[in-house]
Nanobody, 121 residues
Framework: QVQLVESGGGLVQPGGSLRLSCAASGSIFSINAMAWYRQAPGKQRELVAAISSGGTTTYAVSVKGRFTISRDNAKNTVYLQMNSLKPEDTAVYSC???????????????WGQGTQVTVSS
């Protein structure tokens, strides 16, 4: 059974920083892309940032220059460093990993349970 467990969310003032972590565990053969999504109340879920197995990154326009995604392949962990946070960054942040359980198995997306990030004074 595969689990993705996020940590690092919380309440922060505007202009502050937070670092999210997401660790994948279980019978994982390999992980391809990993990503962070967020969903604010009343809004659709949106891609925040993604990173390939080789380290290529992509960001939403709204977070470019403020957020940095990184990963530690040895630990099956993806991080999201969030700086210069704004109230509009408030949302539930969820991690996603596309992985497979065997060398010949299909690639499949798995999701974490989500962690709340609230930016408010």
């Amino acid at each position: 059974q595969v689990q993705l467990v996020e940590s690092g969310g919380g309440l922060v003032q505007p202009g502050g920083s937070l670092r999210l972590s997401c660790a994948a565990s279980g019978s994982i053969f390999s992980i391809n892309a990993m990503a962070w999504y967020r969903q604010a109340p009343g809004k659709q879920r949106e891609l925040v940032a993604a990173i390939s197995s080789g380290g290529t990154t992509t960001y939403a326009v709204s977070v470019k220059g403020r957020f940095t995604i990184s990963r530690d392949n040895a630990k099956n962990t993806v991080y999201l460093q969030m700086n210069s946070l704004k109230p509009e960054d408030t949302a539930v942040y969820s991690c996603n990993a596309v992985l497979r359980l065997t060398s010949s198995g299909p690639w499949w997306p798995y999701w974490g349970q989500g962690t709340q990030v609230t930016v408010s004074s």
